[in-house]
């Protein structure tokens, strides 16, 4: 299977399938001497891993992660890049593959199942192989190591929107999204959630949601006119992560609905003499090229396909048959779908960097 490498200067490339022994990925390009360690990039893994709540997978996963190559601890002790490879690993210890069992010759509805035997003939119906949202762990551990190039970039990301059911923008809270266990900003919303949530759960359904990923001090210049893009990268990397349909930049779709006099992001001298706009609906990107205003992105997951509601389907052989899936599975899996979008963020700009420094020069 190929097409499992993402970015440019910045690259890395995931491995390991949902119930396989473990999961990790390998980041090429990262520059030399950054100071790196388990413990940073295991915070960012902690936010994303299962079970933390009963609005999210019951699967059992520390996510430990093991560094394996690329580093070297200097005189004083600290351990820093080298510039060469950084391999990346993950364990899987809590897999349950007779979970699976009776969904092994039929197709679920919505899932990849049908696509990849199409293509492939072949298929891991064991919680989905590659396409099961559990490779997006790989995907924080490597957008862990991507926010040592940017340090001096923000990345923060929330849900805003469960279902058909969004949050009061007026009431939005950065310090929030840590305090519930759906990552979100309003903590009106947070709680009309976990009624709304626990009703589905209990059904054995599911729903959808949209997440909205802000990058702040984004230098101007990232990106590059037609083919390379800031926002076409941005929009690539949260297209690839598993179950999301849809992405947008800034007003996205709404701009449709504006007038130019609306959308126009009109432009002053601020204090330190430099062009400041008034309105970011262009979110933070002009051109294909940064503007120095937040980098704005939403992406919409859709609901897990993975439900108990029995569903028509057909068999590998050609029969006509309902399928429930039994086993452990996220109600909203947009919700950990928040910190892997922070991680294709970082893993971008840092691409973009690199690839301006190389360009242009500077630091």
């Keep these: 299977m190929s097409h499992n490498t993402f970015g440019s200067l910045f690259r890395f490339t995931t491995w390991g399938e949902s119930h396989g022994p473990a999961l990790g990925c390998v980041i090429d390009g990262c520059p030399p001497l950054l100071p790196i360690s ?10 994303r891993k299962p079970g933390q709540s009963k609005y999210t997978t019951q699967r059992r996963e520390p996510d430990q992660v093991k560094i394996l190559s690329g580093t070297m601890t200097d005189e004083e002790g600290v351990l820093r890049t080298t510039g060469t490879p950084i391999s990346l690993m993950i364990e899987n210890t809590d897999q349950r593959s007779k979970d699976y069992s009776e969904i092994k010759e039929r197709y679920r509805p919505g899932h990849a199942d049908y696509t990849y ?19 997006t762990a790989a995907r924080v551990a490597a957008g862990a190591v991507a926010r040592l190039v ?16 969004k949050i009061n923008r007026e009431n939005w809270d950065w310090a929030e999204v840590d305090n519930n266990p759906f990552f979100c900003p309003d903590k009106e919303a947070a709680t009309f959630y976990a ?5 589905l759960r209990k059904s054995g359904s599911s729903v959808g949601a949209v997440i909205e990923v802000v990058a702040e001090g984004v230098p101007v210049g990232l990106g590059a006119p037609v083919y390379g893009k800031l926002d076409q990268d941005i929009a690539s990397a949260m297209m690839s992560i598993n179950a999301v349909k849809g992405v947008e930049i800034g007003n996205g779709f709404e701009a449709a609905a504006l007038t130019g006099e609306e959308n126009a992001d009109e432009m002053r001298i601020g204090s330190d003499g430099q062009p400041h706009f008034l309105s970011n609906h262009a979110g933070g990107v002009l051109g294909g090229i940064s503007s120095g205003a937040p980098v704005i992105a939403r992406f919409a997951v859709k609901p897990t396909s993975s439900i108990l509601t029995p569903r028509k389907s057909v068999t590998r052989s050609g029969e006509e048959v309902d399928v429930m899936t039994k086993g452990r599975h996220d109600p909203c899996v947009g919700i950990r779908a928040v910190p892997v979008g922070e991680a294709m963020m970082a893993c971008v700009l840092a691409d973009h960097f690199l690839r301006h420094r190389g360009q242009v020069g500077g630091k």
């Design 38 to 47: 388990e413990q940073e990039i295991q915070s960012y893994l902690d936010r």
């Design 117 to 135: 035997d199409a293509k492939y003939g072949i298929r891991d119906y064991r919680g989905g192989g590659r396409s099961s949202a559990r490779e």
């Design 150 to 165: 940017v340090p001096d970039i923000s990345i923060r990301a929330a849900l805003v929107q469960m279902g058909p059911h």
């Design 195 to 199: 009624d709304y949530l626990d009703d």
